[in-house]
């Protein structure tokens, strides 16, 4: 059965495609919540019907985008968090927090810029790790017990 892996966090870079490029041959699944920005924004709206308040068309997206990541982050082994540089990831910390309280294991993957203002979030996290290759090399290690080499 495969290791069941859910990335969540920003969705502006490629850090997802190299996880699982890197991660091919191992035995893992993954998941993710939805990243066309524009699917995710408007998704309520789009199914629910139109709001001309923008805090509840916000709101509804939230909710839907909500079912996929709840059920992603239950059901994975292992919950893979980015925070990017250019934009702040309210979300992904909410995903963190609740894989966490979840027990689920964390991996947590930023820069050294986000190191203070991620404190709590790191102190949570089971390995914070600042490239995709990192977070690969775990997965390995996890699955086979070899280091990097």
Known sequence: MPLKIYLSGEIHTD???RIIA???GLD???????TDHAASDDCGVAILGAESDKFWHDHKGAKLNAIRTRRGIEAADVVVVRFGEKYKQWNA???AGYAAALGKSLIVLHGADHQ??????DA??????ETPEQ???ILT???TGALPG
Do not use: I, M, N, T
């Open 15 to 17: 850090w997802r495609e």
């Open 22 to 24: 890197g991660a091919e």
């Open 28 to 34: 893992v699944s993954f998941d993710s919540p939805v």
């Open 93 to 95: 910390a909410f995903d």
């Open 116 to 121: 203070h203002a991620l404190k709590e979030v």
């Open 124 to 129: 949570a996290a089971l390995a914070v790790a």
């Open 135 to 137: 977070v690969v090399q």
């Open 141 to 143: 290690y996890v699955l």
